[in-house]
């Protein structure tokens, strides 16, 4: 966060990005979070949306990057992808 916005603005700005973002439709949340974001002095954002197979993040917005997502554990390539181990059942 810059250094010239105190803690108490900052959550101040938070509380209004979140009050703000309840009452943009989608389109308009990437304008409003970047209007917060300048605020806090943080740079930029970008919202992502996953797709329906959690394999990938897509931007809300045209002209960034989509994101692949590592979904194996940590342990290496021939751990189980996050949707098998949401399908295993509980340890124990």
């Known amino acids: 966060?810059?250094?010239?916005?105190?803690?108490?603005?900052?959550?101040?700005?938070?509380?209004?990005?979140?009050?703000?973002?309840?009452?943009?439709?989608?389109?308009?949340?990437?304008?409003?979070?970047n209007r917060y974001v300048e605020a806090m002095g943080l740079g930029r954002a970008v919202i992502y949306l996953i797709d329906i197979q959690q394999r990938l993040l897509v931007p809300l917005v045209e002209g960034e990057p989509e994101l692949e997502l590592d979904t194996r554990w940590p342990d290496g390539p021939t751990g189980p992808t996050l949707s098998e181990w949401k399908k295993a059942p509980p340890a124990g």
């Not at 105190?6 to 439709?25: K, N």
């Open 1 to 33: 966060m810059d250094r010239n916005v105190s803690v108490g603005s900052g959550e101040r700005l938070l509380e209004e990005l979140v009050r703000a973002a309840h009452l943009a439709s989608p389109a308009e949340l990437p304008v409003v979070l």
